[in-house]
């Protein structure tokens, strides 16, 4: 029997779950809107907010899952990567937390929890598998041999795939947060109105600064044109976009596919929310054969139900740290 409180605050949402014996029964998350007047993230602001949602978070997780904190035996925690600040809220209240029932502490990698999320619901994935982790601060290919071995067998070498979406949406003047929208918009265009070219990089590595480059210098060139141009061609311009996008990193996950004669994919972090990545990713299931694993909307985006799930592993193994640990910005895979 185990029943897992679970932190995640890596970035701008609060979010906490509840795991019990493998089963995630609460999982709430508190998303902060005051950064959509500042067009992205501001830490200094994304940590108060968290400090402002922890407390209601965790009663309403331990609500939901009708549990109460004498029931709790562990608690789960996003350690890093992410704001250092965000990360001390959340890190300095699993530690209070956990001190305070003398219960064990348990530390997460918050990109292998985006890789387990695919531990939460059936069907599960066997091992090896390779998971595409895409997010706004990530882009790997990783080959997941067990719960917690992996290896990185490629990743971007400068931005990541979903900072090319926001990067986009900021260009085309869409709020944010962005790359949603542009979901949106490319549901309604033509994939095919305007190319973009695919940067080429060795192996299995991505790149997207070029990327946003082009489509910067693209948009401007148009508008000397024809000042209408955004409004007049949106659609088409998101759906462009994201097709390249997904061409890129589908490109890359055949490749590693082959290299490594593994037919298992799965795909993980906020862009695997983004529909395009979703149906390409099971067109190509049909046509090569693969087995395609992808979580819920709500274990795409940062959650606590990835954290609490990782936790639940590492709860099985006695994998616990002790109160003297602290959070890390940047964090070895």
């Given at each position: 029997m185990s029943v897992i409180l679970a932190i995640e605050s890596s970035c701008d949402d609060t979010s906490v779950a509840v795991c019990n014996n493998g089963k995630i029964t609460a999982n709430v998350i508190a998303n902060q809107t005051i950064h959509q007047n500042y067009g992205g993230v501001i830490p200094e602001l994304a940590s108060r907010v968290h400090q402002q949602n922890i407390v209601p978070a965790v009663a309403q997780a331990l609500k939901d899952a009708n549990v109460t904190k004498q029931d709790i035996e562990a608690v789960a925690f996003t350690r890093g990567p992410g704001l250092l600040?965000?990360?001390?809220?959340?890190?300095?209240?699993?530690?209070?937390?956990?001190?305070?029932?003398?219960?064990?502490?348990?530390?997460?990698?918050?990109?292998?929890?985006?890789?387990?999320?695919?531990?939460?619901?059936?069907?599960?994935?066997?091992?090896?598998?390779?998971?595409?982790?895409?997010?706004g601060g990530?882009?790997?290919?990783?080959?997941?041999?067990?719960?917690?071995?992996?290896?990185?067998?490629?990743?971007?070498?400068?931005?990541?795939?979903?900072?090319?979406?926001?990067?986009?949406?900021?260009?085309?003047?869409?709020?944010?947060?962005?790359?949603?929208?542009?979901?949106?918009?490319?549901?309604?265009?033509?994939?095919?109105?305007?190319?973009?070219?695919?940067?080429?990089?060795?192996?299995l590595n991505f790149s997207f600064s070029g990327f946003k480059t082009s489509i910067l210098y693209f948009i401007q060139k148009q508008e000397k044109a024809n000042p209408n141009f955004i409004a007049?061609?949106?659609?088409?311009?998101?759906?462009?976009?994201?097709?390249?996008?997904?061409?890129?990193?589908?490109?890359?996950?055949?490749?590693?596919?082959?290299?490594?004669?593994?037919?298992?994919?799965?795909?993980?972090?906020?862009?695997?929310?983004?529909?395009?990545?979703?149906?390409?990713?099971?067109?190509?299931?049909?046509?090569?054969?693969?087995?395609?694993?992808?979580?819920?909307f709500q274990y795409c985006t940062d959650n606590a139900g990835m954290i609490a799930i990782a936790g639940y592993q590492k709860f099985l193994k006695g994998d616990f740290i002790g109160q003297e640990v602290s959070p890390q910005a940047r964090m070895e895979f």
């Open positions: 600040g965000s990360l001390l809220v959340g890190v300095s209240f699993a530690k209070s937390f956990a001190l305070a029932l003398n219960i064990p502490l348990i530390s997460v990698n918050h990109m292998h929890a985006h890789i387990l999320a695919h531990f939460i619901d059936d069907p599960k994935p066997e091992f090896p598998f390779l998971c595409l982790t895409v997010s990530h882009t790997q290919i990783v080959l997941v041999k067990d719960y917690f071995d992996m290896e990185i067998v490629g990743e971007t070498l400068d931005d990541a795939a979903g900072e090319a979406f926001d990067k986009t949406a900021k260009i085309l003047s869409l709020p944010y947060p962005g790359g949603p929208l542009i979901d949106k918009h490319a549901q309604l265009g033509n994939p095919l109105a305007f190319k973009f070219a695919e940067p080429q990089i060795p192996e007049e061609n949106l659609n088409d311009i998101c759906a462009s976009v994201q097709h390249s996008i997904i061409q890129i990193l589908m490109n890359k996950v055949k490749k590693a596919a082959k290299q490594y004669n593994v037919k298992q994919i799965a795909i993980a972090g906020g862009v695997s929310a983004n529909s395009g990545l979703r149906n390409t990713l099971n067109k190509m299931a049909d046509e090569l054969g693969w087995k395609v694993y992808i979580p819920a």
